[in-house]
């Protein structure tokens, strides 16, 4: 039988158990990351788009690790028309660094739906690639723990190149 003490103590541990369960949940969580994107001094006036958009694991993500950008950037189609996607567009009198904010409905949206990463895609004149190492496209990880910075609320900075898409922001060594 129990004291009242006794099942305070077994409410109190109980208690206590969710509570670390509900933290090591967190950490494991993909989460929303504001993407810094800055064209390098060489590009600068150049016009050129830059598509974001969240892939879950199973289906899209292997997908969109192996698409074909020269497709993806062509008129018409379908795969980038149908796709929950934001677009930065750079170019004459417009900024050479521009943010797309954690706090974008669009993040909110992926990351119900079960994206586990972020795909960047940019058309960039006389750049071109193949394959899953194409230089026009980066995957990011959403998971905080995926990356190297002092700073938590700090972006994930990538630099748009004559090379193509160079991920400033250190990840992790696992």
Known sequence: MFRPTQLLRSAFAAALACTAALFAGCSSDPVAFDVKITVDKALEGTAMQVDIFGVNKTVELPK??????????????TSRRDLDRHTLTFGRKLPTTQTFPASDPKWSNWLTAGAVSAVVIADIPGVAGSGTSDPRRLILP???????RDDSDAPLEIRIKESGLILVTRRTQK
């Open 64 to 77: 969109w690790e192996a698409f074909p950008i020269a497709d993806y950037w062509q008129p018409g189609n």
């Open 142 to 148: 959403l998971l905080k723990s995926d990356w190297d």
